[in-house]
């Protein structure tokens, strides 16, 4: 299958400091991508969708200002928790969608392990 | 308002024995089912995909049946693998062109050998 690459895998951070999130596609080009995270115990929570060259649209709940999403290019968006705090810690994980050949298959990256000191 | 169930939240399997995986919607607007597994600690990956055109699909040990009839859908895993155990998430779109996927809430799956 497609691959979708999520760096880093896992970071550490201060509060108060922001963190920056990668995901990019490399083998197909996704005008759309998808930011999730995943509570203990719990499904994905869809935070965002992220369209390239086009502002992010986000959840109910989510706030725009805090989780800054770019999606400059058709294979990669960032994700940016910005002045994190303890309760941010989380897994974040990304999509990309691929529709090439009439399909719509998200391909998932392997995750961001967020811990918020 | 969870619109895809998995009403299992766990199930164990004797190795080599077929695994069946239940998922439940109550959109009537989904018409395009997918099936992913997650080890602890990554990303979902995907498994297989089934239209609503379609009332099963297969490859390889995966198969997937969709009645929907009963809103009803389900992954067959035969035969079972240790290395399958993992949590298996299904979902749905309202059509192949829709963007965003509604997931189920999981379930984890336990070959034992």
């Known amino acids: 299958g497609a691959v979708v690459s999520q760096h880093p895998s896992r970071v550490i951070c201060k509060s108060g400091t922001s963190v920056k999130i990668e995901c990019r596609s490399l083998?197909?080009?996704?005008?759309?991508m998808f930011w999730y995270r995943q509570f203990p115990k719990q499904s994905l929570m869809l935070m965002a969708t992220?369209?390239?060259?086009?502002?992010?649209?986000?959840e109910q709940g989510v706030e725009k200002d805090k989780f800054l999403i770019n999606h400059a290019s058709l294979t990669l968006s960032t994700l940016t928790v910005t002045s994190a705090h303890p309760e941010d810690s989380s897994f974040y994980i990304c999509?990309?969608?691929?529709?090439?050949?009439?399909?719509?298959?998200?391909?998932f990256g392997a995750g961001t392990r967020l811990s918020v000191l | 308002d969870q619109q895809v169930k998995q009403n299992s939240p766990s199930l164990s399997v004797q190795e080599g024995r077929i695994s069946i995986l239940n998922c439940d919607y109550t959109?009537?607007?989904?018409?395009?089912f997918l099936w992913y597994k997650k080890y602890p600690a990554e990303g979902p990956t995907f498994l297989i995909s089934?239209?609503?055109?379609?009332d099963k699909n297969e490859d390889g040990r995966f198969t997937v049946f969709l009645n929907k009839s009963a809103k009803h859908l389900s992954l067959h895993i035969v035969p079972s693998q240790p290395g399958d155990s993992a949590v298996y998430f299904c979902?749905?779109?309202?059509?192949?062109?829709?963007?965003?996927?509604?997931f189920g809430t999981g379930t984890k799956l336990q070959v034992i050998p």
């Open positions: 999509s990309a969608r691929d529709t090439g050949g009439g399909k719509n298959i998200q391909y």
């Open positions: 083998d197909f080009q996704a005008t759309t």
């Open positions: 992220s369209n390239e060259g086009s502002k992010a649209t986000y």
């Open positions: 959109n009537s607007m989904f018409d395009y």
């Open positions: 089934i239209s609503s055109i379609k």
């Open positions: 979902a749905a779109l309202p059509g192949r062109g829709y963007q965003k996927v509604t």
